[in-house]
């Protein structure tokens, strides 16, 4: 089984909203990630959690703040967004670290209003 | 850092012919790289990836090449299917740093 699974697949959120994405792999990796991304463009890194520690944060604003509950599950809480920050975001894991295979979600499509 | 560039940002190809998309990247520490096929409205899915002590891989229609002393490498897709239709990225890693390159756009033509 090489599944990721995020919800919600879509999320509209005004600009005073709290909201959180959730993350969850059953596969035993010890690496999570959050990469946003906009249209037609790759994918850009924003965390990695390795071993459920914060290990990388690409000067991400402190609007989104990740979480690692587990080893599991990986949130990304959401608070006082730009219509900017609308994109999909994007949940990925592997074994270790990113010379192992990563695994994609599917992604949540966030529209800030 | 890392730079990995990507060619063509758009290819179209008949149903049944070949399709090649190539890369180079420029940190010769960069040891393993994947390819992601990703299609409209989901998340990347890794399709076939190689290391640096390999030249070659294939999986049935897939294959990527690897010339580590010109640092390029190129995905190989052979008897193409609409369903082929799809962005790739190809990507390199070094472990520590991971970079994407920028996208191709593969529409098959029926």
């Known amino acids: 089984d090489t599944e990721v699974t995020q919800t919600p697949k879509h999320l509209v959120m005004g600009m005073t909203n709290k909201k959180s994405l959730k993350c969850e792999q059953h596969?035993?990796?010890?690496?999570m990630y959050w990469y946003k991304q906009k249209a037609k463009k790759p994918p850009e890194l924003m965390f990695v959690?390795?071993?459920?520690?914060?290990?990388i944060n690409e000067s991400v604003p402190s609007r989104f703040s990740p979480e690692c509950p587990n080893s599991s599950l990986l949130n990304l809480h959401l608070h006082a967004l730009q219509p900017e920050d609308s994109a999909l975001y994007l949940c990925a894991s592997s074994l270790r670290d990113r010379s192992f295979e990563q695994y994609f979600g599917p992604g949540t499509r966030l529209t800030v209003t | 850092g890392e730079n990995v560039e990507q060619h063509p940002s758009t290819l179209s190809v008949q149903e049944g012919d070949s399709a090649v998309i190539k890369c180079t990247y420029s940190?010769?520490?960069?040891?393993?790289f994947p390819w992601y096929k990703q299609e409209l409205g989901k998340g990347p899915q890794l399709i076939i990836d190689i290391r640096s002590n390999v030249g070659e891989k294939k999986d049935q229609r897939i294959a990527v090449t690897l010339n580590k002393t010109a640092k390029h490498f190129s995905l190989h897709i052979t008897e193409t299917q609409p369903e082929d239709s799809a962005v790739y990225f190809c990507a390199a890693s070094t472990g520590n740093q991971f970079y994407f390159g920028t996208g191709t756009s593969l529409t098959v033509i029926p």
């Open positions: 959690y390795s071993y459920e520690k914060l290990s």
């Open positions: 596969m035993g990796h010890r690496a």
């Open positions: 940190d010769s520490a960069s040891n393993y």
